[in-house]
């Protein structure tokens, strides 16, 4: 028998044999550690008692898509996500979460399923921002859309200065004020929408901002802004408005870990 591999071309099929397709649309490839750990090359036992029939690269992936903010490409943990997105989605939604991966920026968050289900938990950790701070970050999100660059830089005093057009009349404390903007700017570096550029007054705004707030939030919020405009009241002191059936949480709680700080 010979060693030489047959030529394709030459190789006899029936006319009336059709051979199969081969989709690669969803097919990926994660790195090398990736696809050693997907392999098989770590399911040794994570703890005493560990059962898991995962790989503990999965495992990890899944522990930082519940407990993170989102997770972006410079997180150790992407390329299981990006490999393993249906099993991840699998896992999740028997937790009543459902995963959000956007390719094109390479960042992914959970979202809780919102559903009148009176045996469903909630498990994402959640607080609500403050309506300066929400202000701020539909401001913040038209900045990233309308950007002609890949991230859009923002001063702290052109977020100061936007917020500021919504001081009531009756407030001439300005400088109060301006503590006020201080604190819903801290709330979102906090919350790693933003991210201050070395030590100057420029902050980068993450591309997630785009996908963390809703076209039905942005409606909703953009109301509720013009008839603050249109009122006395103070920014400081109001409620930031809640969807029907919402909590009126916001999913961005928790700072990143340092070392999977987001593009």
């Known amino acids: 028998m010979s060693d030489e591999s047959p030529d394709v071309e030459t190789l006899d ?5 059709v ?9 990926s490839i994660a790195d090398d550690e990736a696809v050693k750990s997907l392999r098989g090359a770590d399911t040794a036992p994570r703890f005493d008692g560990d059962t898991s029939a995962l790989p503990n ?8 898509l519940i407990a ?5 490409a410079r997180s150790k943990n992407w390329a299981v996500i990006e490999a393993e997105e249906t099993l ?62 890949e991230t859009a830089v923002v001063e702290r005093q052109e977020m ?19 503590k006020k903007a201080d604190a819903a ?16 007054d420029r902050y980068a705004v993450h591309s997630v901002i785009a996908s963390l707030l809703t076209p039905e939030q942005v409606d909703l919020y953009t109301a509720a802004y013009r008839d603050l405009a249109s009122t006395d009241q103070d920014l400081g002191e109001a409620a930031a408005p809640v969807e029907d059936g919402d909590d009126g949480e916001d999913r961005t709680v928790e700072p990143e870990n340092e070392t999977q700080e987001p593009q």
Not at 13 to 17: G, L
Not at 68 to 72: D, E, G, Q
């Open 160 to 178: 100061i200065e936007h917020l500021l057009t919504f001081r009531p009349a009756r407030d001439t404390d300005e400088a109060g004020f301006v």
């Open 185 to 200: 700017i801290n709330q979102l570096e906090t919350r790693r929408l933003i991210r201050r550029v070395g030590t100057s």
């Open 68 to 72: 993170a903010p989102h997770v972006s």
């Open 19 to 27: 051979l199969p397709e081969i989709d690669l649309a969803d097919f």
């Open 13 to 17: 099929v029936p006319a009336d044999e």
């Open 88 to 149: 991840l989605r699998s896992r999740l939604s028997e937790l009543n979460l459902l995963l959000e991966i956007n390719r094109e920026t390479k960042h992914a968050f959970t979202r809780q399923v919102s559903e009148n289900d009176p045996r469903q938990r909630n498990l994402l950790r959640a607080q609500s921002l403050s309506l300066a701070a929400s202000v701020l970050a539909l401001f913040l999100r038209l900045k990233h859309l309308s950007s002609p660059d």
């Open 57 to 64: 690269s999965v495992c990890y992936a899944l522990q930082e």
